[in-house]
């Protein structure tokens, strides 16, 4: 059964960082495409971060130089590292697993607010 669960969210000041966690079953985890989305309220779920099995990576232009996406084969596990935040990136964050001739999957979502 192929499951996605997130942590790792919660209140941070501005500037401040955190590091989300994505930890997956059900699948073979290293050589799925895995990413990270965000959606902000009112607004649509967009692509923050992108990671591929060989570990190429791809950033919204938003996040660039302040995010860093990564996975851990071995504990079949995404994260998302998160530094200088801002307001503007309080959103609800869900990782995908984009799986092949499957319909993607996706983690319940973590809230980050990033408020002072």
């Known amino acids: 059964q192929v499951q996605l669960v997130e942590s790792g969210g919660g209140l941070v000041q501005p500037g401040g960082s955190l590091r989300l966690s994505c930890a997956t079953t059900?699948?073979?985890?290293?050589?799925?495409?895995m990413s990270w989305h965000r959606q902000a309220l009112g607004k649509e779920r967009e692509l923050v971060a992108l990671i591929t099995s060989p570990g190429g990576t791809i950033y919204a232009d938003s996040v660039k130089g302040r995010f860093t996406i990564s996975r851990d084969n071995a504990k079949n596990t995404l994260y998302l590292q998160m530094n200088s935040l801002k307001p503007e990136d309080t959103a609800v964050y869900y990782c995908?697993?984009?799986?092949?001739?499957?319909?993607?999957?996706w983690g319940q979502g973590t809230q980050v607010t990033v408020s002072s």
């Open positions: 059900g699948f073979t985890f290293s050589s799925i495409v």
């Open positions: 995908k697993a984009t799986l092949p001739n499957q319909a993607n999957r």
